[in-house]
């Protein structure tokens, strides 16, 4: 079926590049800077991610940066010369980059002001925003019309979890997410944070528990908590290089949650890596709406 528009997201989505190239889905490539090398994260294709974590152990510390609206308007304008486009963003409370990509928009729809262009924020980030691309692709295959898609994302953005704890708080401590004073008192008594995508589309703390086993138990259990429909569900456990616990976790998941039709492991983008560091840890999924 020949569609009129493009579906189209960013690589913060962690959209695995394989999955993106097999259902045409054109994926704007965000910046990220290791030792002073700026890189253009391209979802697992050339095996960065690894390579990112062991430089982090090793002390290197990585940053991420705005893509300016000149570079959007360079990905967007050549489909709004040929067809319609519907855009979903990782969210606009995580960075200002949402910013430029409205300011693209608005030039651009002037320039041509025939075309259809449509821009939704997820609130979302990492593999719960890629579920959402996923779920709309498949309404987008039996050719729903893109206001129906958009309005679908809309309507299931604050379905899409992600909860998760990191192997060191000292990379939430450098993102400002939690005070020196904290990540010092919490490693000496190895307090682990569980946090979790809030309603509002931003990384917050949901709770704590002591030790990294009870970490992992608390994943799983929120996976059992906020699950819908799991026997047609594909669950994501996405890590920072920390394969050996990712296949723990998800044994655990299998045991509280037998019927769910699939679990995956994915390792963590380099993106959203530079920020949650190696040993994060998380569960990713459609579920009940967002508790906080």
């Known amino acids: 079926m020949v569609k009129d528009y493009v579906l189209m997201s960013d690589s913060d989505s962690d959209l695995y590049f394989e999955t993106a190239r097999d259902k045409n889905i054109p994926i704007v490539k965000m910046p990220y800077t290791l030792d002073d090398v700026e890189y253009y994260d391209d979802n697992g294709a050339s095996g960065a991610e690894k390579k990112l974590f062991d430089r982090m152990r090793a002390g290197s510390k990585p940053f991420t940066s705005l893509l300016p609206t000149p570079v959007y308007i360079d990905y967007f304008e050549p489909i709004l010369k040929e067809k319609d486009l519907l855009f979903l963003a990782f969210s606009s409370q995580m960075s200002t980059t949402f910013q430029n990509v409205l300011a693209a928009q608005e030039e651009l729809l002037q320039k041509y002001p025939g075309r259809k262009f449509i821009v939704v924020d997820t609130l979302s980030i990492s593999m719960p925003q890629a579920l959402l691309i996923l779920g709309a692709h498949a309404l987008y295959e039996k050719g729903a019309p893109m206001e129906e898609v958009a309005q679908w994302v809309l309507d299931n953005r604050l379905k899409s979890h992600a909860w998760f704890t990191v192997g060191d708080l000292v990379y ?119 508790p906080m």
Request: hydrophobic share 40%; glycine share 10%.
């Open 172 to 290: 939430l401590r450098r993102g400002g997410r939690i005070s020196p004073t904290s990540a010092i008192v919490g490693t000496m008594l190895d307090i682990k944070p569980i946090l979790t995508l809030t309603k509002a589309g931003k990384l917050e703390a949901h709770s704590k528990v002591q030790g990294r086993k009870k970490a992992m138990k608390a994943l799983a259990e929120k996976v059992a908590d906020f699950i819908e429909n799991p026997q047609d569900q594909t669950v994501i456990v996405f890590h920072g290089d920390s394969h050996d616990e990712a296949e723990i976790l998800k044994t655990q998941i299998k045991n509280r949650v037998p019927d769910i039709k699939e679990i995956k492991l994915q390792m963590i983008g380099p993106v959203i890596g530079a920020h949650a560091g190696p040993g994060t840890l998380a569960v990713c999924f459609m579920g009940r709406e967002r």
